[in-house]
Nanobody, 124 residues
C-alpha cells in the first residue's frame, strides 16, 4: 500500500500560479501510475491529469491542457501539479491518487489510494 499526502493549496487570485505536491510513503511511488483529481462543491470528482509510472506518458483533461502540468520525481516519492493562469472555476479540493493497475487511467473509481485533498481557492 501507499499513503499519500497533498500540500501546496491555498487562496490565490485569478491569473496566479500554484504548484501542488503529493508525498508518497509506504510502497514506492514508482510502482503506480498517478493522477490528480479535483472536486468542487456540489460536483462530482473529476480527472485533472495523470502520469505513467516512470513519467513517460501524461494525460490531461481537455479543458486544462496548456495550463496544468503533471510531473513526478520517483526518487523523492513526490508527485506535482503545476497550475498556471488559474481561474475561479479551478476552485476545488485537489486530490492525488495512485492506481494499482499499471495502465494509466482517468476514472476516479479506478484508483485505489487517495490523499486527503488540499483546497485551492481562486478569487476573481
Amino acid at each position: 500500500q501507499v499513503q499519500l499526502i497533498e500540500s501546496g493549496g491555498g487562496l490565490v487570485q485569478a491569473g496566479d500560479s500554484l504548484t501542488l505536491s503529493c508525498a508518497a510513503s509506504g510502497r514506492t511511488m514508482s510502482t503506480y501510475p498517478m493522477g490528480w483529481f479535483r472536486q468542487a462543491p456540489g460536483k462530482e470528482r473529476e480527472f485533472v491529469a495523470g502520469i505513467s509510472r516512470i513519467g513517460r506518458t501524461t494525460l490531461y483533461a481537455d479543458s486544462l491542457k496548456g495550463r496544468f502540468t503533471i510531473s513526478r520525481d520517483n526518487a523523492k516519492n513526490t508527485l506535482y501539479l503545476q497550475m498556471n493562469s488559474l481561474k475561479p472555476e479551478d476552485t476545488a479540493v485537489y486530490f492525488c491518487a495512485a492506481d494499482a493497475n499499471p495502465t494509466l487511467r482517468t476514472t476516479p473509481d479506478e484508483y485505489d489510494y487517495w490523499g486527503q485533498g488540499t483546497q485551492v481557492t481562486v478569487s476573481s
